[in-house]
């Protein structure tokens, strides 16, 4: 495997691992979970966590990706023979591509209702549109299968095009259009947010608080929602990372990401919460946020229609950089271990996805409670995968850390990161020890839910 891809430049890998971290997980589920749990105390638990334990694994993960320069699975594989460990550890690769699959079904769906939103938005629909309205139209959309199928075809087919054009013809020609205008988006949508909402009352929401708000339930989620926002345990930044360049620093990149995802965060909620204050409405709304009280706060204000537009498009062009480092780890795996063509593996991953993600589907309407499949299972199908991947995600970035952090001699970690040997005995001190305990926790406390 002397011949292996590398990206085009340096940076290269930092814009594909914004592109996989930036994602409906900055502009959808970071707002709704801080409204959710009360603003800023989450805040400070989520950015912690980002800190202490997400970037030191967001290092590791990328070390094994770069040592093996083979996908997770093929990589872990070589990694664990190469250091005579135990095979067990080859669950890391298999982990983050079941997971990686897994969350692809589902977030092709949710992506696919921004493309409802968009052209909701563009065609002025719902422009002056009442509270009841907007949320009668939202109900509509999931009553459909028809038309939530249709959003989630066309938003996995755009992603698997892209990525079935190879690593660089597609995925970084791709990025090097749309990251930047994402940025410039975000910047429009912040200074209308400015403009005309209400940025005061967005600001102390965020940036005040009291620990003793915080339930465990939110710290939970809070340490949930690091991991998932930064793409870690899932083989995407491994992926991205068998890619990158021997000459880019390992620490800096991973810190440029977190800042990068963690700023998104922010001003996507600055953004959002400014309009939705300004419009009189609350923060609470749940996963229906950015989809009902967003759009009532668009529908009452000067240029809502356009801006609106513009911000799901943001929305949809965030989601597709970030599903593609989705496919990436399971195509390359199909490519090294079975030798199929790239368009061949994607489509294979892409229609698997695609068919799990029908049972997303009918999670809002013909399985949707009070059905068979909610008496069988205790929840929807949709809950379930979000369950599992809950699962696997954490325990994949656990045994990432455990991995890096004892597996990895001191020799083979420098030659990857290149840092001092102080910083070196941090960032090992957290792998070994804090990052796994954290990780623990969040984990041990998802399994009684397993049951409830
Ligand atoms: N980090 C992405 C987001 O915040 O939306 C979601 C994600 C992408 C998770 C890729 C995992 C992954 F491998
Ligand atoms: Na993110």
Do not use: C
Not at 90 to 112: H, K, M, T
Not at 395 to 403: E, H, K, Q, R, S
């Amino acid at each position: 495997m002397s011949t292996h891809n590398v990206w085009t430049h340096k940076g290269t890998f930092l814009l594909a691992a914004v592109g996989s971290a930036v994602g409906l997980g900055n502009l959808w589920r970071f707002p709704y979970l801080t409204g959710e749990n009360g603003g800023g105390a989450f805040i400070l638990v989520y950015a912690l966590t980002i800190f202490a334990v997400g970037i030191p694994i967001l290092i590791a993960e990328t070390m094994l990706g770069r040592a093996s320069r083979r996908s997770p699975i093929m990589g872990m594989r070589h990694l664990t023979r190469t250091h005579q460990a135990s095979r067990a550890w080859e669950s890391i690769g298999w982990l983050g591509a079941s997971s990686a699959f897994l969350i692809l079904s589902f977030y092709s769906v949710i992506a696919g209702w921004a493309i409802h939103y968009t052209w909701q938005m563009l065609t002025g629909s719902l422009t002056g549109a009442d509270a009841e309205t907007i949320g009668a139209g939202f109900d509509a959309l999931l009553a459909s299968p028809g038309l939530l199928t249709l959003y989630h075809t066309l938003f996995i087919i755009a992603s698997g095009l892209i990525v079935g054009m190879g690593i660089h013809r597609g995925i970084e020609s791709s990025l090097r259009i749309m990251m930047p205008s994402l940025f410039v988006i975000l910047l429009v949508v912040l200074a209308y947010g400015i403009a005309n909402g209400d940025i005061g009352a967005a600001a102390s929401f965020l940036f005040t608080f009291n620990l003793a708000d915080l339930s465990l339930e939110g710290w939970l989620q809070a340490m949930g929602q690091s991991f998932f926002t930064l793409s870690l345990g899932m083989g995407a930044i491994m992926a991205y990372g068998a890619y990158m360049s021997s000459e880019a620093s390992l620490t800096r990149t991973a810190i440029a990401i977190a800042v990068v995802d963690t700023a998104v965060a922010m001003v996507a909620g600055l953004a959002i919460f400014s309009l939705v204050f300004g419009a009189g409405l609350g923060p609470g709304q749940g996963p229906g946020l950015m989809f009902v009280t967003l759009p009532l706060a668009f529908a009452e204000m000067p240029f809502g229609a356009l801006i609106g537009g513009v911000f799901f498009i943001l929305v949809l062009g965030a989601a597709i950089s970030s599903s593609i480092s989705l496919i990436e780890p399971v195509a390359a795996f199909l490519v090294e271990r079975f030798d199929l063509t790239r368009p061949q593996a994607v489509t294979l991953m892409v229609v698997a996805s695609w068919a799990l993600g029908l049972l997303t589907v009918t999670s809002f309407n013909v399985w949707a409670e009070g059905t068979l499949f909610h008496a069988l299972f205790g929840r929807s199908a949709f809950d379930l995968i979000e369950l599992l991947t809950n699962i696997f995600m954490p325990l994949g970035g656990l045994l990432i850390a455990l991995f890096a952090g004892w597996a990895l001699t001191h020799s083979e970690v420098m030659k990857e990161m290149r840092t001092s040997e102080a910083w070196f005995i941090v960032w090992r001190f957290l792998v070994r020890f804090v990052a796994p305990a954290a990780v623990a926790f969040v984990f041990l406390r998802s399994i009684p839910q397993v049951e409830g």
